[in-house]
């Protein structure tokens, strides 16, 4: 029959644990002091070990220290109820209570051989020693980099400057270094943090940020050569970009570096101009001969047409017709005039998009007369070019021109050795690729030495005799082709009828192209 809760409570068959210690005084003591400051150890240790953990909540498995406080005070209130059952006989309390202990020691080590392996994983205090020490050597040479780099970066006498990529694409100033604040006029700590339109004007923004946008789209670095109004006045640079991307690709800061090159741009525009009014130079005589062409017949129509008005044997249909001529006379002398002062003049404008074909019509029309005069024939062949380019049309004139120029100048050598030339033929044609423009100039003047065609382009190299030749024709011709993102090649090949000649071959983008494609394409 089962026992009830009251009748399992119930000590009135029991006797105190004291009678089978006979109540001897001396180890009753020794049972109750033994039991009693173990029972008081045992409550201070979880008050410790919950204090701990309060006070350590990064601590890893605190819970487990919790579960050994429930434990030790499980053993604990069995010892005082051990110095209880001395005098009053509460066996079953005392049972209920070491069934309390037994489960939770039975938890805990349950637990602890549970975690064993992640405990013997926690490094030990010596290897977390060497950790820090570790840590604080790396976190040393962090600050001794940085500070490297940040003398670096404020002493470099290159122009520098952070852009941060903002979350929603657009760009705000990290950092610039004192020489782009010394460069620019800018003033570093009011551009820090700001985003570029409100740290700069709308024009320079109108300027900057589709070259920032290129860059962070495209996340490859770009060059380019810019025009800006600054605080100092209107600058040239040359900027370079270079993305950096974070650990999923993204573009978030943007590396920009610039040099002034205000004043190279200035001597190259000097030197162009040089080369210009050395050009018009060169074509002098022909020009006088096409302007005295024109003249003559004006000359000779007009007094034609006055002495008959002196003998009143004025025909209205031949003056009329003698007037048209001399208007057409005086229209193609206009049209040479302004040609060769547009040519002459000092092109001070910006680049813009145009097409190479009127340039080479323009230069054909410049020197086609002159050339006739000893024999010379320039053929153009058809073309269907379409496709624009960018630069300045008056430079990629003088280029054509001066391939001209060197063209007539090797047929006149070859005919003093006794062969027979005579002609330069020029055409263009939209490449392929359909993205570039090809502009070819050859001759029939028996093609360039194989030993110097390495040489040609460089600066103030010549085959022609002392004072017949700066040098700088090419080189200047190979800069102007390269500004505009382009590639000038010669090479010498073999024409109809046995003839050898020497072929120039202009390749010209239709749209701007980075620094790294410019290299591949000369390389």
Not at 159 to 165: E, G, K, M, Q, S
Not at 304 to 312: F, S, V, Y
Not at 440 to 454: A, H, K, M, Q, Y
Request: charge should be negative; proline fraction near 4%; glycine fraction near 8%.
């Amino acid at each position: 029959m089962a026992l009830g809760f009251d009748e399992l409570l119930d000590t009135g068959d029991f006797v105190p644990h004291g009678v089978c210690l006979l109540w001897r005084l001396d180890i009753l003591m020794l049972h109750v002091g033994s039991d009693m400051l173990i029972g008081l150890s045992y409550f201070s240790i979880p008050v410790a070990l919950t204090y701990f953990v309060l006070r350590r909540r990064d601590m890893a498995f605190g819970w487990v220290a919790l579960l050994f406080a429930l434990f030790i005070v499980a053993c604990g209130t069995t010892h005082f109820l051990s110095v209880w059952t001395l005098w009053t006989p509460d066996y079953v309390l005392e049972g209920l209570v070491k069934l309390l202990t037994a489960f939770a020691s039975l938890a805990t080590a349950a637990a602890l051989w549970w975690l064993m392996p992640r405990l013997l994983a926690l490094p030990s205090p010596r290897e977390l020693e060497a950790s820090n020490r570790a840590l604080a050597q790396e976190v040393a040479t962090r600050r001794e980099m940085e500070t490297r780099y940040s003398n670096f970066f404020n002493n470099l006498a290159e122009a520098l400057f952070i852009v941060r990529v903002e979350p929603d694409g657009d760009f705000a100033f990290e950092a610039i270094n004192p020489a782009l604040a010394r460069a620019t006029g800018l003033d570093p700590e009011r551009l820090r943090g700001r985003r570029i339109g409100d740290a700069l004007g709308p024009e320079v923004t109108n300027a900057i940020v589709p070259r920032y946008t290129l860059c962070r789209d495209r996340g490859e670095s770009i060059d380019y050569e810019e025009t800006l109004d600054l605080p100092i006045g209107q600058r040239v640079f040359h900027t370079m970009l270079v993305p950096v991307k974070d650990a999923a690709g993204r573009v978030v800061q943007i590396l920009g570096s610039g040099r002034d090159v205000t004043e190279r741009k200035r001597l190259q525009e000097e030197v162009i101009q040089t080369s210009k009014l050395a050009t018009l130079g060169t074509l002098a005589a022909g020009m006088a001969h096409e302007m005295s062409q024109p003249l003559n017949v004006i000359r000779l129509w007009t007094e034609n047409t006055l002495t008959r008005l002196q003998e009143n044997l004025l025909d209205p249909a031949r003056t009329e017709r003698a007037l048209k001529l001399v208007i057409d006379q005086t229209d193609r002398m206009a049209k040479l005039i302004d040609h060769v002062r547009t040519f002459g003049r000092r092109d001070g404008g910006g680049t813009r998009a145009f097409q190479p074909a009127n340039c080479i019509q323009s230069a054909v029309e410049l020197v086609r007369h002159q050339y006739a005069l000893e024999d010379i024939e320039i053929v153009e062949s058809a073309t269907s070019a379409q496709l624009p380019v960018t630069g300045r049309p008056l430079e990629l004139e003088q280029v054509i021109l001066n391939l001209f120029s060197n063209a007539r100048d090797a047929i006149v050598a070859l005919r003093a050795t006794g062969a027979v030339a005579g002609r330069i033929m020029v055409g263009i044609s939209d490449d392929r690729d359909g993205h570039s423009v090809v502009i070819r100039v050859t001759d029939d003047g028996g093609g360039i030495d194989p030993s110097v065609l390495p040489h040609i382009f460089d600066p103030f190299f010549s085959t022609k005799e002392v004072g017949k030749g700066s040098g700088l024709g090419l080189s200047i011709g190979y800069g102007i082709i390269d500004g505009m993102g382009g590639r000038i090649e010669a090479c010498n090949v073999e024409l109809e009828g046995g003839r050898r000649g020497a072929r120039f071959t202009m390749t010209l983008p239709s749209q701007p192209v980075s620094a790294a494609d410019r290299e591949f394409s000369h390389a």
